[in-house]
């Protein structure tokens, strides 16, 4: 019952692979299958065999809950009923080391760690692992070279996830200054997906694009420009999946919307997500030794950024996948 369902994942998966592709994108963290198992371990590999054109991906495969914290919320469905979820559950320190574990083996090259979600008692994003559960999740990735990106848009989530040791922080839309402050000290870069909350807004709220921004599109604006003025890492990720794939580009219009310079989105997109990636000696830049990504876009992106929606020409690795 369950293979029809993945295959069919797993071939539009390839289909979203090529469309990013081709709309300049030649590298990809993907943080989480979202109850496909481990199927982004073969898209990885198939892209990188050239069976399938592809971005080069940077998997997480299943992502870690906390137990009983994650969708399809258990009130939804009979008490009887054994309920999978869209990740993997775990609870306490001995459970949480043993998914790190099992994820890295299974070809995890980031973790990803749900570190809120809604379950408070009025449905408010609420801490979902202790400190020690964190801190024990972050220890077994990073001892093994891995990295670790925390999902939290809570302010006490994204603190413990710092204090945790977390590499970035996605979301983060309810981090407050002082949270900002220390992610600055710490070195944990923020990627602020403000695409994502445009996106759900116009599924679930009628929000028409251009329109009043809403309450979750103010709350991601007033993350990103205190991020920003308190000089926090910031990469782009855009949370891609939430809207269509291959309109990636989406991403770096809202960033300059909110006050980054053309440039300086095109640097988070490029050599600082490089950086945060720890892909500095191979990506993010054109010079002698990097692998060879180059895209060619009609107009000037570092003046224009709507110029890199306008992609002419994607070589990845040395391999032209598009051309005028």
Excluded: C
Aim: no cysteine; proline share 5%; charged share 20%.
């Amino acid at each position: 019952m369950i293979k029809e369902p993945v295959a069919y994942r797993i071939m539009l998966a390839g289909r979203h692979a090529a469309a990013t592709l081709q709309a300049g994108f030649t590298t990809l963290r993907d943080l989480g299958t979202e109850g496909a198992d481990y199927a982004d371990v073969g898209i990885k590999r198939a892209i990188d065999e050239g069976v399938a054109p592809g971005p080069r991906l940077l998997v997480a495969t299943k992502a870690i809950v906390a137990s009983y914290s994650y969708g399809p919320a258990e009130r939804s469905y009979r008490p009887d009923m054994e309920i999978p979820y869209g990740a993997q559950p775990a609870t306490g320190i001995v459970e949480v080391t043993k998914a790190v574990r099992e994820q890295s083996a299974r070809g995890a090259d980031w973790i990803k760690i749900y570190g809120d979600y809604r379950t408070g008692i009025d449905g408010t994003a609420r801490p979902t692992f202790t400190m020690e559960e964190m801190k024990a999740m972050v220890a077994a990735t990073h001892v093994t070279g891995r990295k670790v990106a925390v999902h939290a848009s809570s302010d006490e989530a994204i603190r413990m996830a710092v204090l945790a040791g977390a590499d970035t922080i996605e979301h983060g839309y309810g981090a407050t200054e002082a949270t900002f402050q220390l992610m600055k000290e710490r070195g944990t870069a923020y990627i602020p997906t403000l695409t994502a909350p445009e996106a759900t807004g116009e599924y679930f709220q009628k929000h028409v694009r251009g329109g009043a921004p809403t309450p979750g599109m103010q709350q991601a604006q007033r993350a990103f420009q205190l991020a920003r003025k308190l000089g926090v890492t910031i990469g782009n990720g855009s949370d891609v999946g939430v809207f269509a794939h291959g309109t990636n580009a989406r991403e770096l219009a809202w960033m300059v919307k909110l006050g980054m310079s053309p440039l300086e989105a095109m640097r988070a997109a490029t050599v600082v997500a490089a950086q945060i990636l720890g892909k500095s000696q191979d990506l993010g830049q054109l010079k002698a030794g990097m692998l060879a990504d180059v895209v060619a876009l009609e107009g000037d992106p570092t003046s224009d950024i709507a110029a890199a929606a306008r992609v002419g020409f994607v070589m990845k690795g040395g391999e032209v996948f598009r051309r005028p």
